[in-house]
């Protein structure tokens, strides 16, 4: 009897042994498994972040190039640096409609032969996360004569690079009707950024500027 014990006990062992390596076996296998798929997993977002540092460091225009593309041939460029009044902030932003956050604007104006060759006004706005550098450029009479992005830093949105989304500010004023400026798809927060500046633009142009020369002109 005892024989048949010290045998049954044996086998228990031998059983629970079996049964703990088989364990410690399938734990490995799972740690290891988890292990690839995790580092699987880090190198694929590894992947998007690096793709979406490509898209974020865009740079389309240096300030320099935006210059020449504003004012071409211009034989001097000047830096008018406008601090705000609280009459002006509160103009603007009844043209605008819209609460300004700025308090001083700097407009770069092109001279050519002696006539002014209109303005423009370099803005930095949150698109989703990150700000979109763009300039907007006026022609004398507040019109819009061109918008180019200058830094796109988003991974989504870049649509709005595009000429067929930028030329249809062009021509427009700040009294133009903005919901006729048509979104894209994937890429509103982008749109409504572009579009808050450049009328941004053509408000603070039309109170600093053209309301200055009205007065003036009505005296």
Known sequence: ??????????????????????????????????????????????????????????????KKEAL????????????DRVWLTKEQILAIEKINMFKLVENRFTFYQGIKNGKPMGAMLIDNIIGKSFPITFMTVLNTDGTVRDVEIMIYRESQGWEVKYDSFLRQFFGKNAGSDRRKILTITGATLSVNAIKLGVYKAMAAYEVLYLNKKRTIASR
Not at 25 to 54: G, P, R, V
Not at 68 to 79: H, L, M, Q, S, T
């Open 1 to 62: 009897m005892v024989k048949i014990l010290n045998t049954l006990l044996d086998s228990l062992k031998v059983l629970l042994f079996n049964g703990l390596f088989a364990f410690i076996i399938i734990s490995l296998l799972a740690f290891f498994n988890f292990s690839f798929a995790a580092t699987d997993e880090k190198l694929k977002e590894d992947e998007k972040d690096l793709k979406e540092k490509e898209v974020i460091m865009s740079l389309l225009l240096t």
């Open 68 to 79: 020449e593309v504003a004012f071409p041939g211009a034989d001097k460029i000047k830096k």
